[in-house]
């Protein structure tokens, strides 16, 4: 792959509703989107991080300046880049700033299937034709508020509920739901906001049938989490706490989680995500796909990565209209009666930006010619 240039984009979408976590609400999405074009293609990739650095360290602005001032220069030093793979290898000397790479990442991988006339699914080993999504409910003024939330989601088909808690905001509302829709595929996601002193509400948690509990301690702790996974039989999930698949091995060799969160932007991008799945695959660790409130291109990536045979549980990859009034891709993603999303047949990532769109939510735009 001969790259000619290559644009980057800070745009802003707005939710449809605000979301929150335990660490703040959103009312919009600030992101980056990469082009990379060579004469004949062009390669789509989305950097995830926030505006605030509240989920990781990034932010778009420090994203910018590590795209546009470090990892673009290193991505010229190469005449050609044969394989997605050696995108990785030319970052490594960069420490962290794993969604700036992720950026750059998962658009040359999108480049190099469109090159090779294949889906990037099977670009990257993907076995699925189709993947099994839930939905990741933020939190909500009171318990009813999340039932009519839950029943409505139910309604549209999704099967696998995600809901976020916090103090204040946990046992009593899972609580709720649980006695108010039975059996359902039902996990809760912390966001880091506990610590072993809440060792307590967590065997309370125990008895719900949670099919697991999301980074319930410290976001760069694994040591913690191992001693809340030794005394509960609801899985520990880290998301986190992973970025790399050391980080992975040691968590595992530690007991510190039985299932991985693997989110794209998270680790760096899909060569990163790919290593993870198969060295979990390898140690009977099941993983799933993670979310970042992601745009249509982001998306795209988890579908694909999601499509390789370790991903065990509903992702976090949702319907177009979930987040979005317009998402800024075409086709529109859309699920069926059994929360199914199929994956792509076209070359690439299968869904085409809308230019007017991207356009219409690009408020600065840069282009970096070799």
Not at 59 to 84: C, G, M, N, R
Not at 117 to 127: D, F, S, V
Not at 171 to 193: C, T
Request: hydrophobic content about 40%; aromatic content about 8%; proline content about 4%.
């Amino acid at each position: 792959m001969k790259l000619k240039k290559i644009v980057l984009r800070k745009m802003k979408m707005e939710f449809k509703t605000p979301f929150e976590v335990s660490f703040g609400q959103m009312k919009d999405k600030h992101f980056i989107a990469v082009e990379v074009h060579t004469k004949d293609h062009v390669g789509y990739g989305d950097c995830s991080a926030f505006a605030h650095p509240y989920y990781n360290e990034e932010t778009t602005t420090t994203a910018w300046h590590i795209i546009q001032d470090f990892l673009v220069p290193l991505i010229y030093s190469k005449d050609e880049i044969a394989h997605p793979e050696e995108v990785n290898s030319l970052f490594s000397h960069i420490r962290r700033n794993k969604m700036a790479k992720a950026a750059l990442d998962c658009a040359i991988w999108d480049l190099y299937a469109k090159e090779r006339n294949i889906p990037l699914a099977k670009a990257l080993g993907g076995t699925k034709d189709k993947i099994e999504t839930g939905v990741s409910i933020g939190i909500q003024p009171s318990s009813d508020d999340l039932l009519r939330v839950v029943e409505n989601h139910l309604a549209e088909g999704y099967r696998r509920v995600k809901i976020k808690i916090k103090p204040g905001k946990d046992i009593k509302y899972l609580e709720a739901v649980r006695k108010q829709f039975g059996d359902i595929m039902l996990m809760a996601d912390a966001n880091s906001a506990y610590t072993l002193e809440d060792i307590a509400l967590f065997k309370e948690l125990d008895d719900l049938d949670l099919i697991m509990i999301e980074q319930p301690l410290s976001h760069d702790d694994i040591v913690d989490h191992a001693k809340l996974q030794s005394v509960m039989k609801t899985r520990i999930c880290l998301d986190e706490s992973i970025h790399s698949v050391d980080d992975a091995r040691h968590a595992i060799e530690l007991g510190s989680t039985k299932t991985i969160n693997i989110k794209v932007a998270r680790v760096g991008g899909l060569t990163e995500a790919k290593r993870i799945h198969d060295f979990c695959q390898s140690r009977g660790i099941p993983v799933w796909c993670g979310g970042m409130l992601d745009t249509g291109i982001a998306r795209a990536h988890n579908v694909a990565i999601s499509s390789l045979p370790n991903y065990q549980f509903p992702g976090d990859v949702p319907a177009s209209d979930r987040y979005w009034k317009q998402d800024l891709t075409y086709p529109a993603l859309t699920i069926d009666k059994n929360a199914m999303v199929q994956v792509p047949e076209k070359p690439g990532i299968g869904f085409e930006p809308v230019a007017d769109l991207m356009d219409a939510f690009t408020y600065e735009k840069q282009e970096i010619l070799r």
